[in-house]
Every structure is written in C-alpha cells, then in structure tokens.
C-alpha cells in the first residue's frame, strides 16, 4: 500500500509513520509491518515553509518471508 501526504510545520515524518503503523495494528494485529519512505520533495509548495511531501510504502514482514523464498 503507498500512501502520500503534505507535512507542516506541525508535523513530523515519525509522527506520520507512527500513525499508519498504529491503525495498521488495530486493523490487523496478525501481521506486522513496516514503513518504507518512497520519496520526499519540496516541489510544489509554499517557498519558505517547512512542507515535504512523502510517498510512503507500508509492508507487510510476511511478504518479505514470501519473497525470500
């Protein structure tokens, strides 16, 4: 699953991946998963702001054991 979102100066990178791995939990506690940072850029916003935006990708540990295969 990849995900993208806008950051501002209220917000942080870890606090976002800690979001997504919380709901990812509650969602489905079976199977542990991980975040991967895709891509970050400042293109497209404000000059002068602290704005990212992040591509994120979470992955689940299982299907990296399935791959290793």
């Known amino acids: 699953m990849i995900s993208s979102f806008l950051t501002g100066p209220n917000d942080s990178i870890q606090d976002k991946i800690d979001e997504i791995i919380r709901e990812h939990e509650v969602l489905n506690r079976k199977h542990k998963a991980f975040v991967k940072v ?4 400042t293109d497209g916003c404000a000059p002068g702001t602290t704005q990212h935006f992040y ?3 979470l992955i689940h540990v299982d299907d990296l054991k399935k791959e290793e295969k």
């Open 55 to 57: 591509s994120l990708e």
């Open 38 to 41: 895709i891509n970050s850029t």
